[in-house]
């Protein structure tokens, strides 16, 4: 389009900027110069041959249609030169924040995964399946439908031929290690084969649960979510059919999951009483790049439970308060009544209302209180709390892999948020937009968790 300047001369208008327009474009925005609205904006591309469509003030621009096979960018030049407009673009989709397309998210899972920013850290990244996550527990469902695309597998192992294939001292572990020990099992449990053994599958369903929520499979169309979608978990069987076990165990446990490449442990269990051989398992997981995860403990303030109190470990406490509103809707801005507070404690993660796997054996049976013919259960404890957290440094190892233990801790714990009462609630997406030169050096402070825990051994 020629204009006439001053003094008669005619000169052609300078060009608007474009905001390249994708190559399959459908529709450009033409933003007006001053002076003019976008209705007469509209009118005068209509008579210079483009379909415009119908535009309201507030949309600030006019929409011109792409006409089917027309390059965008020829439209967009065109535009640009008009000399009616003072930039192009693209009138490009937006998208709702990620959520996963589970079925029981939007009724069961949604409101504490909210609070912890879980869909804003999924534009960012749901998860690689290169991180391992060791549960430290009564083992997995090996069988459970939200389990199974998560399931570890040791490649270098053949499962049943009852022989260590690949020599790292346990029989048919092709998925995971059990270390339970026939003297101390609840003689109910029925275990006939001396550890460790690779049977691992999960014979009271807590096990299951926590790793539900830290890895189960997501948008996968089935049950639940976990924090991450991909991660790969490893079962580490410690405890017996009655969720109890021996130091000695879950020491044992915790080298094997390192010297398997564990990145992440979480431990969901405690002992009031310290442990030099849990301490030393531990020291050794983290010396092997292991990040160590460990629930807090429910019993009031008091401090954490070990290992969760060791002062490298990552010390989870639950939050979670319900309200008087009739729809029993959750507070997770405040700790939970039951949960551990005070020394050792880092960081306050939902346990109320929380929802998880079951083994489909194990429905309606003992505490675990099913939905109507499906696998899934909703509970309560700091246990549940840990694995929130352990599925967010899983979130965080995806976004910077290879990144220490000691850095992913110190991202969870320096982006906390705080809560009602000042306590520091994990904020997945927070730790995944942190800075590492914002963060202090690990051990020298914890954000939210008063001094005086145990000396390294």
């Known amino acids: 389009m020629l204009v006439a300047a001053a003094g008669g001369r005619v000169e052609r208008p300078r060009s608007a900027p474009i905001l390249a327009p994708p190559a399959d474009a459908d529709v450009l925005l033409a933003l007006p110069i ?9 009118a005068a591309l209509e008579l210079l041959g483009h379909h415009t469509l119908p535009t309201h003030p507030l949309h600030g621009a006019v929409r011109v249609v792409v006409p089917p096979g027309e390059e965008p960018a020829a439209i967009a030049r065109a535009l640009a030169t008009s000399g009616l407009v003072r930039a192009v673009e693209a009138d490009g989709l937006v998208h709702a924040t990620r ?6 998210y939007v009724e069961l899972q949604s409101s504490y995964l909210d609070a912890v920013r879980a869909p804003e850290a999924w534009e960012r990244t749901r998860g690689d399946r290169e991180v391992v996550i060791a549960v430290i527990d009564t083992g997995i469902d090996l069988t459970h439908p939200d389990m199974q695309r998560a ?16 020599g790292n001292g346990c ?4 998925f995971g290690c059990s270390f339970v020990s026939l003297a101390t099992a609840d003689p109910s449990c029925g275990y006939r084969l001396a550890p460790p053994n690779g049977l691992v599958s999960d014979d009271e369903g807590h096990g299951t649960f926590v790793a539900s929520i830290a890895a189960a499979s997501g948008d996968d169309g089935r049950g639940i979510t976990g924090v991450t979608w991909a991660a790969r978990l490893l079962p580490v069987k410690v405890l017996d059919c009655t969720a109890t076990g021996r130091i000695s165990d879950a020491a044992a446990g915790i080298r094997y999951a390192a010297r398997q490449g564990a990145d992440i442990i979480n431990i969901s269990f405690g002992s009031p009483s310290d442990s030099r051989l849990l301490h030393e398992a531990i020291s050794e997981a983290e010396a092997a790049g292991a990040l160590v995860v460990a629930s807090a403990g429910n019993e009031g303030p008091g401090g954490a439970t070990f290992p969760a109190r060791y002062d490298s470990v990552l010390s989870v406490t639950a939050s979670g308060v319900r309200g008087a509103a009739a729809d029993g809707s959750v507070d997770y801005e405040r700790g939970a009544h039951f949960a551990s507070t005070g020394d050792g404690v880092d960081l306050f993660a939902p346990g109320l209302d929380v929802a998880g796997a079951v083994p489909v054996a194990l429905c309606n049976r003992g505490l675990w209180l099913c939905r109507s013919e499906e696998p899934y259960a909703v509970a309560a404890g700091s246990s549940y709390a840990a694995p929130l957290a352990a599925g967010a440094a899983a979130l965080v190892l995806a976004e910077r892999p290879g990144l220490a ?8 714990l320096g982006s906390a948020r705080r809560g009602a009462g000042g306590e520091p609630l994990l904020d997945v997406a927070a730790a995944l937009e942190a800075e590492l030169f914002g ?4 051990g020298t402070a914890r954000p939210g968790g008063p001094p005086g825990r145990p000396a390294a051994p």
């Open 439 to 442: 963060i202090g050096v690990p």
């Open 34 to 42: 001053a002076g003019i609205e976008p209705a007469r904006l509209a």
């Open 405 to 412: 233990p000691a850095l992913v801790r110190a991202l969870i």
């Open 171 to 174: 029989i048919d572990d092709a």
């Open 99 to 104: 959520v996963p397309g589970d079925p029981l």
């Open 151 to 166: 399931l570890w597998v040791n490649a270098g192992e053949i499962f049943g031929n009852e022989r260590d294939d690949d």
